[in-house]
């Protein structure tokens, strides 16, 4: 279990991308061969990316792997390295703590509105932001925890 969580955006996002790329398939073949396309398809799979795509930056938060400009920072002494990296994290956090916060708004507001094609709500998808905002926030202190538990430095 603890595998599991470990490596959870890997392995759930992996699994809907899989699903995402087999609907967007049967649509094809559906549409090119069938001469009848599927309704649901592209709703479905614009469902199913969404939460690929936020599974993707919780897992690159996961193994600090956002962009930054090494470059320049390389060229920083290693105090400034370490207040860069912890006002960077606390920026981050700030934003993830937003989009926390917007994402149940409007999730809130869309629990009436429906995907008329799947038949469900669209709060289901946009509740994709505070859920994996949370993770993603997770992630992020997990990552720092870490790094200090293990005496690792910021590079």
């Not at 595998?3 to 398939?25: A, Q, S």
């Not at 509105?113 to 799947?118: A, G, N, R």
Request: overall charge positive.
């Amino acid at each position: 279990m603890k595998k599991f969580f470990r490596n959870f955006e890997e392995i759930v996002g992996g699994t809907l991308l899989i699903i995402t790329f087999l609907v967007l398939v049967a649509q094809v073949f559906s549409r090119t061969i069938l001469d009848s396309p599927l309704t649901w398809s592209e709703q479905l799979a614009r469902f199913l990316f969404v939460y690929v795509a936020y599974l993707a930056v919780s897992s690159e938060i996961k193994d600090d792997g956002h962009v930054r400009i090494d470059y320049f920072y390389n060229k920083f002494p290693r105090k400034v390295k370490v207040w860069l990296h912890y006002f960077f994290q606390t920026c981050i956090s700030i934003v993830l703590l937003l989009i926390i916060y917007v994402g149940v708004i409007i999730s809130i507001r869309r629990i009436p509105v429906e995907i008329v094609s799947l038949n469900i709500s669209y709060v289901y998808m946009f509740m994709a932001l505070p859920l994996l905002g949370t993770l993603m926030l997770y992630r992020l202190i997990e990552r720092e925890v870490k790094r200090v538990k293990n005496n690792e430095g910021v590079e």
